[in-house]
C-alpha cells in the first residue's frame, strides 16, 4: 500500500458511495462528477450500480424521476443540503417511485449546524450527533409518501479531483478568487455602522459576507477530512489576505480540535492568493502540451478541467461537424487505463517537444504489442506521421478497446497540434516577450500605444487578430508585471485611448461572448449602447488598476519583475517560486509576509513568550510534508515547478499541491471581470 495522498483520500471517499449505489438510481451534481471523473471514473461507478440500463443522472430541476421499477435512490452532492438543493431534492422524489433514498453530502454536519446558524456552543454540547441530518431523513420519507420507507443522510468528504497523485483540483470552489481592493468598498458600503476598512490587509472573517465565510468554512472541512485521512496535524500559513481568513479558519476549526492531538505525523499547509500573481495565470511562457490542449479543445460540459477529444477519426464516418455530436467525444482523464495514465503524467510534467515524442513512443510500442503494419520514422514529430499511427488502430476491434485511453490522448495531442489556437500561442508568448521588455525601458503610456493598434472591430479581424477577451489577456498581463507605476499626464490620455477603442469596439461586436455579455450585462449587441460600453469598460480598467496594487500589502514579495541589465534581458521570476524558495531558505529567517495563523491560547502563548525567550516559532519548513494551496487556479507548469522545486531545496519534503482549479490564460478574465466574488452562488 502506497503512503496515503490525494488519490487514496478520494478513492476512499468514493469506495463508500459505490458500497451504496446496488441497484440504484444514482444522481450527480457537476463537482462530484467531476471528483469522480478524475478519481475511479463512471465505469467503476456504473459497475458498482450493476444491471443492464445507464443509472446515473445529473442532479438538476429537471431531472427525470424514478420509475415504479426504480425503488432506490442515491443521490451524490458537493454542497450543503440546504435551500435549492432540497427544494431539487423534493421534486424528483416527488414524482418518483423511490423507496429507498441515500443522500450524500461533501460538507460534514458540523458546517451545516453553521449554515443554520446554531451557535459554536450549542454545536458543542450536540457532538456525535446529526440533527440537520436526521430532519432530513424524516423529510425524505415524508416525500416518498410513507414514513416506513428508508431514508439516509450522510457525510462523504468528496472535495478533491485528483489530476495527478501530487496535484488535485477542488472543482466544487471553482470560482472562489481572492479578493480586490474594489471588494473592500462593497465590503464598507454594507457595513455603515461599523468601523471602515482601510486596505485588504485589515479584512478577516467578520467583515465578509456570510456566503464567503460559508463557502470558505465548507472548504475547511473538505480540507481538514484530506489532514485526517494522510494522518497529520497540520500548521496554517497564509501569503494574501483571502489566504490568510482561510487558513485562520482552518487553524481554529473546531470539529479538528480532537483529530489533531492524536495525528502522529505533521504537515505545514501554505495558502497563497492568485491575485498576487496573475502573470503566471495568463502568460504563454509554460512550455506544456497539457497546458496548450486544455486552451485549444472545447470544454467537456459540466467540467472545469477536461477537455472533448473528436473521436470520429477512429470510426467510418466522414469527420464532418455534424459527425461530431454523434460519436461520444474522448476526455484527457484515464482513471482505470495504466498505460493511458503513465502517459498523461508524463505530459503534466515534461515540456511540450519531450510530450509529443512521449506520445509518439506509447503509439509506437502499443502498435507494436497489436502487430500493426506500423512504419517508423525519427525526427521531427509531425501532427501527420501521429495521426498515420493512429489510424492504424481504426479497423482492429480488439486493438482499439486494448488502447482507448492511450488514442484519446494521442487524438488531443494531434488536434492541439493542428489547432489555430498553437500558432497563436507563440504569437502571444513573442508579444508577452516583447512587453517585458518594454516595461523595463518605457513608460506604460508607451506600452499601452504598442496595443492599441491590435484593438481592431470584428468585420475587421483575422484569425491571426486578437479577439477581444484575448485583448485582455494581454491587458492583465501588462498590468500585472508592471505592478504599482507612477502616473503621470501620458498615461492617463494612454489609457483614455485604449478605453475608447475597447468601448467602440465592445459596441461593434456583432456577436457577444459570454463573457462581454457578464461584464456588460447585455445578452445582445443590439442592446449594448457606447454608454453602457464605456460603464463596462471603466470598471474593467478599475480590476486592472487593482491587480497593479495586489502586491502592495507584501514587504517581501513585492515583484514579479527582474529587470534586464548589460548581462541579461529582463525576466518574470513567479511569486510561487519565490514563496517556495523562501520557505526553504538555508539561512530560515522568520517569514515576513509568509504569516503564520495561530490556533489558540497555547501557539498564542508561545508567540508572546519568543519576544523574550528563545521559543522557536512554527516555521513552514519544520515538516516532513507540505501542502501548498493556490486559491484562485494554477496552471500545470506552476504545478510542476513546485513540485520539482520542493525536492531539490530540501530532500525528503513530501509536496502535494491543491488548487480551486487548473488554469488556462482565458479562465482570468471571467475570475477578475465576471464573477460576484463576495456572493458565491450556495443556493440559498
Keep these: 500500500m502506497n503512503a496515503p495522498g490525494v488519490q487514496s483520500f478520494t478513492q476512499q471517499g468514493w469506495e463508500q458511495v459505490l458500497a451504496k449505489v446496488k441497484r440504484a438510481l444514482v444522481y450527480l451534481d457537476a463537482a462530484c462528477a467531476e471528483s469522480l471523473h478524475w478519481s475511479c471514473g463512471s465505469t467503476r461507478l456504473l459497475e458498482a450500480v450493476g444491471g443492464p440500463a445507464c443509472h446515473l443522472r445529473e442532479f438538476e430541476p429537471a431531472a427525470v424521476g424514478g420509475g415504479a421499477k426504480q425503488p432506490k435512490a442515491v443521490f451524490v452532492l458537493s454542497c450543503l443540503l440546504k435551500g435549492r438543493t432540497v427544494e431539487i431534492l423534493r421534486n424528483i422524489i416527488c414524482r418518483s417511485h423511490f423507496q429507498y433514498c441515500v443522500v450524500i453530502t461533501a460538507v460534514n454536519h458540523a458546517v451545516h449546524l453553521t449554515a443554520n446558524h446554531v451557535p459554536a456552543a450549542a454545536a458543542a454540547e450536540l457532538e456525535g450527533q446529526q440533527p440537520v441530518f ?20 450522510l457525510h462523504v468528504p468528496l472535495l478533491l479531483a485528483p489530476v495527478s497523485p501530487c ?25 455603515p455602522d461599523k468601523r471602515r476598512l482601510g486596505s485588504l490587509g485589515e479584512v478577516d472573517a467578520t467583515a465578509l459576507t456570510p456566503q464567503l465565510l460559508l463557502q470558505i468554512r465548507c472548504l ?33 476549526y473546531v470539529p479538528a480540535k480532537n483529530r489533531r492531538k492524536t495525528s502522529a505525523g505533521r504537515a505545514s499547509v501554505v495558502f497563497v492568493d492568485r491575485t498576487l500573481d496573475l502573470t503566471g495565470a495568463i502568460g504563454h511562457h509554460g512550455d506544456n502540451l497539457v497546458e496548450k490542449i486544455i486552451s485549444a479543445l472545447p470544454q467537456l460540459p459540466g467540467h472545469t478541467t477536461d477537455v472533448m477529444v473528436n473521436m470520429v477519426e477512429l470510426t467510418a464516418l466522414q469527420n464532418q461537424e455534424k459527425n461530431q455530436k454523434v460519436v461520444a467525444p474522448g476526455c484527457l482523464a484515464q482513471s482505470n487505463d495504466t498505460s493511458a495514465k503513465a502517459l498523461w503524467e508524463a505530459l ?33 514529430v509531425t501532427p501527420g506521421q501521429l495521426m498515420s499511427y493512429i489510424q492504424l488502430f481504426k479497423n482492429n476491434l480488439q486493438a482499439l478497446v486494448n488502447h482507448c485511453g492511450l488514442l484519446q490522448l494521442g487524438l488531443a495531442t494531434v488536434q492541439t497540434l493542428k489547432h489555430p489556437q498553437a500558432a497563436k500561442w507563440d504569437n502571444f508568448l513573442a508579444f508577452e516577450r516583447l512587453l517585458l521588455q518594454s516595461v523595463g525601458e518605457s513608460m506604460m503610456s508607451v506600452v499601452l500605444y504598442q496595443l492599441l493598434p491590435m484593438i481592431k472591430p470584428s468585420n475587421q479581424r483575422t484569425n491571426d487578430d486578437y479577439s477581444l477577451e484575448e485583448l485582455l489577456i494581454l491587458l492583465i498581463y501588462v498590468y500585472s508585471i508592471t505592478g504599482e507605476f507612477t502616473e503621470d499626464k501620458d498615461l492617463a490620455e494612454a489609457e483614455e485611448k485604449v478605453k475608447k477603442a475597447l468601448a467602440q469596439v465592445f459596441c461593434e461586436e456583432s456577436d457577444l461572448s459570454p463573457l462581454l455579455q457578464k461584464a456588460t450585462g447585455c445578452d445582445s449587441p443590439i442592446n449594448l449602447t457606447f454608454h453602457k460600453s464605456k460603464i463596462a469598460v471603466d470598471e474593467l480598467f478599475t480590476s486592472l488598476r487593482d491587480i497593479t496594487g495586489a502586491r502592495n500589502l507584501m514587504k517581501q514579495f513585492t515583484s514579479v519583475y527582474v529587470p534586464g541589465n548589460h548581462t541579461h534581458q529582463a525576466f518574470y521570476k513567479p511569486l510561487l517560486k519565490q514563496v517556495v524558495e523562501e520557505i526553504f531558505n538555508p539561512e530560515r529567517p522568520d517569514p515576513v509576509d509568509i504569516e503564520h495563523m495561530s490556533s489558540g491560547l497555547t501557539d498564542l502563548l508561545k508567540t508572546g513568550f519568543s519576544m523574550f525567550m528563545k521559543v522557536s516559532r512554527p516555521h513552514p519548513s519544520d515538516h516532513p510534508l507540505l501542502i501548498f494551496f493556490v486559491v484562485g487556479g494554477i496552471t500545470v507548469s506552476e504545478a510542476k515547478m513546485i513540485k520539482d522545486l ?33 456572493h458565491p452562488d450556495l443556493g440559498f
Excluded at 466544487?172 to 458600503?189: E, G, I, M, R, T
Excluded at 509506437?364 to 506500423?374: D, K
Design 646 to 678: 520542493v525536492p531539490s531545496l530540501k530532500p525528503g519534503t513530501q509536496v502535494i499541491v491543491l488548487s480551486t482549479r487548473l488554469l488556462k490564460p482565458l479562465d482570468i478574465p471571467e475570475l477578475l471581470f465576471a464573477t460576484d466574488r463576495l
Design 348 to 380: 503534466l510534467n515534461t515540456k511540450h517537444k519531450e510530450a509529443v515524442m512521449e506520445v509518439r513512443r506509447h503509439l509506437v510500442e502499443a502498435a507494436s504489442r497489436e502487430n500493426l503494419p506500423i512504419k517508423m520514422s525519427m525526427g521531427r
Design 220 to 252: 475547511v472541512s473538505g480540507l481538514s477530512s484530506l489532514c485526517e485521512h494522510l494522518g497529520v496535524r497540520e500548521e496554517c500559513f497564509a501569503v494574501g489576505s483571502l489566504s490568510r481568513v482561510i487558513a485562520a479558519d482552518m487553524a481554529n
Design 134 to 153: 436526521e430532519q432530513l431523513e424524516e423529510k425524505l420519507c415524508e416525500w416518498m409518501g410513507n414514513m416506513n420507507y428508508s431514508a439516509e443522510v
Design 167 to 191: 496535484l488535485a483540483l477542488t472543482p466544487a470552489f471553482a470560482s472562489l478568487f481572492p479578493l480586490l481592493p474594489q471588494d473592500v468598498h462593497l465590503l464598507n458600503s454594507t457595513r
